[in-house]
């Protein structure tokens, strides 16, 4: 049985590693282990507990490889499984945990599976473990329902013999029959073959998506924009009850190991729900989207904060807390918005951004973030700085969003872009020189590469750097204290345990530092004790 003392999940800092977009071994211009193992002494240095892999599985890609069509191999592009277990066992040897991104509410359409289901045939076996419909009207050429895909358009695609699929999100990912006993257990032995492999946990895709409502009914949406399914009370496939037996057994399988497996769940779920998920026989964090789409204010933060706590310390889970991601703007540019949360792609994409202003924020942002209590998550390149690449040029765009959405929303390849590592032109040492990158890279990133930051000692990575540094050595950050103290309108001031202090200013007034305090770190310049506006500090109490 899994040893319960094992907590390392409830404080880890997790290193979200986009495979695709990381580092280039082999000068393809995409991402791949042999580049993972190259660098995994800067993530050791970086100073994190961990690394979650992005999907790495064969797949055509037609989602990032969130379409994947084989569960228990690599992506020939990024390597192979003897490659992947030395990279498990390096990444160990270096004290780096190593979590995995699974995707079990749909498969690739290139999936063995699926390509039975088409060949068998409607009424066939094969067809009972996706969602095989016939369509509505005379001759079934209406789709079944009135569902949309997240991508944009109807969750339904007919196929030549005249049923329809379902899939919420590319037509390329044919959503699993989570009826079928049989997906049960393919998924129960794909979750062994990896632990059996070393992996210490898993990140799940779509973890509210899974149960669908057998019958299947209308929405009565015109519009389908929103991942949750906000507004509507029994939902017939957003955060049904039935996905927590699914998690029920995968818990039970992930304690049937010795040491400590863990799952973090990807659920967009309406207030008060993801508690739920994180039941003590259920996952054991997940994300919080909550606070990534929070804007950068005083008040709306300290309502998530609050909220994000007490309601999961009702199942005695612990908050996690991410600024960025590989689906979301990057926080610099959002935060040198007018408006700094995130709303929808259409409201969000491209508003005017200052840059300095952003990155003055997104170092104060770092700091809130690593100074709460429970665990946090670090997207590939914020340690770095970066920005959305806005101005990719349409040719270039992969995201199915663009394309679904009749170009109308970019999508997300702008946080996608491969991240600079070296030298002053690309492929600024993500690939061999001469390499092309999958995404071109910005001309400018010269001065943001690991090498440059290196040597800036008022870079962001010397502030993360910094600042998991006394994350792992001031004690107080062990224990999962938390408690507001009184401050200004527009700041954020918060005590952990034994006498650290985590200070934010995001008012237009500089903020007065409590008296016999020392500053162990600042995001910016402090004045005479005066902390300046978009700027947090950690001090300790003399
Ligand atoms: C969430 C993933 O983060 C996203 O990249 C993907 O497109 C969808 N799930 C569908 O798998």
Same mark, same amino acid.
């Given at each position: 049985m899994s040893n319960a003392t094992d907590n390392w999940w409830r404080s880890a800092v997790i290193y979200q590693v986009y495979i695709r977009s990381f580092a280039d071994g082999d000068g393809d211009g995409t991402g791949d282990i042999a580049g993972l193992r190259s660098r995994l002494p800067y993530l050791a240095e970086l100073g994190v507990d961990a690394i979650w892999i992005n999907p790495w599985y064969p797949s055509p890609l037609a989602d990032g490889g969130y379409d994947v069509s084989d569960y228990r191999d690599i992506h020939p592009t990024y390597g192979t499984l003897a490659e992947a277990e030395k990279m498990i066992a390096e990444a160990h040897a270096l004290g780096l945990r190593v979590i995995l991104d699974i995707v079990p509410n749909h498969t690739s359409d290139q999936h063995l599976w699926f390509q039975q289901a088409l060949a068998a045939g409607p009424g066939s076996p094969e067809r009972e473990r996706y969602l095989f419909r016939d369509g509505r009207g005379e001759d079934g050429s209406?789709?079944?329902?009135?569902w949309h895909a997240a991508f944009g358009g109807p969750a339904w695609t007919r196929v030549p013999d005249g049923q329809w699929y379902l899939h919420l999100f590319a037509p390329e990912q044919p959503d699993l029959n989570w009826d079928h006993p049989a997906v049960h257990a393919e998924f129960d032995d794909v979750l062994h073959f990896w632990f059996d492999l070393g992996v210490d946990g898993f990140r799940i895709d #779509?973890?509210?998506?899974?149960?669908?409502?057998?019958? $299947?009914? *209308?929405?009565?949406?015109?519009?389908?924009? #929103?991942l949750t399914g906000e507004?509507?009370?029994?939902?017939?496939?957003? *955060?049904?009850?039935?996905v927590h037996d699914i998690f029920r057994r995968w818990r039970a399988i992930a304690d049937g190991y010795p040491d400590r497996r863990v799952f973090v769940a990807e659920a967009h779920v309406r207030p008060g729900r993801l508690a739920h998920y994180l039941r003590n026989d259920e996952l054991h964090t997940a994300f919080n989207f909550d606070f990534l789409k929070?804007? $950068? =204010?005083a008040g709306p933060l300290r309502e998530v904060i609050d909220r994000s706590i007490t309601d999961l310390a009702a199942v005695g889970a612990p908050p996690t807390w991410v600024l960025s991601n590989h689906d979301e703007t990057r926080h610099v540019t959002r935060y040198g918005r007018a408006y700094t949360g995130v709303r929808s792609a259409l409201l969000d994409q491209g508003a005017p951004s200052d840059r300095a202003l952003g990155t003055r924020r997104a170092r104060a942002a770092a700091l809130l973030m690593l100074a709460l209590p429970g665990g946090a998550y670090i997207y590939q390149g914020e340690e770095l700085g970066l920005y959305e690449v =806005?101005?990719?040029?349409e040719a270039a765009l992969q995201d199915p969003t663009w394309e679904r959405s009749r170009h109308t929303v970019r999508g997300r390849d702008g946080c996608r872009v491969p991240i600079p590592w070296s030298g002053t032109t690309p492929p600024f040492g993500f690939g061999p020189p001469g390499s092309v990158p999958w995404l071109p890279q910005p001309k400018d990133w010269t001065s943001y590469t690991a090498e440059a930051a290196s040597a800036d000692p008022a870079s962001m990575l010397q502030l993360y750097r910094a600042a998991l540094r006394l994350r792992r050595a #001031?004690?107080?950050?062990?224990? =999962?204290a938390f408690r507001w103290l009184d401050s200004p309108h527009g700041t954020l001031v918060f005590e952990r345990g034994a006498g650290l202090l985590c200070a934010v200013n995001l008012s237009d007034q500089p903020l007065p530092l409590p008296d016999a305090c020392q500053v162990l770190l600042a995001s910016g310049p402090v004045g005479d004790r005066l902390l300046p506006t978009d700027t947090a500090a950690w001090l300790q109490r003399n």
């Open positions: 209406l789709p079944p329902n009135d #779509v973890a509210h998506g899974m149960a669908k409502d057998p019958a $299947l009914p *209308d929405l009565g949406l015109t519009e389908f924009s #929103v507004g509507q009370d029994d939902h017939p496939h957003w *955060d049904r009850d039935g929070c804007p $950068l =204010e =806005e101005d990719l040029p #001031v004690p107080a950050f062990t224990g =999962e």
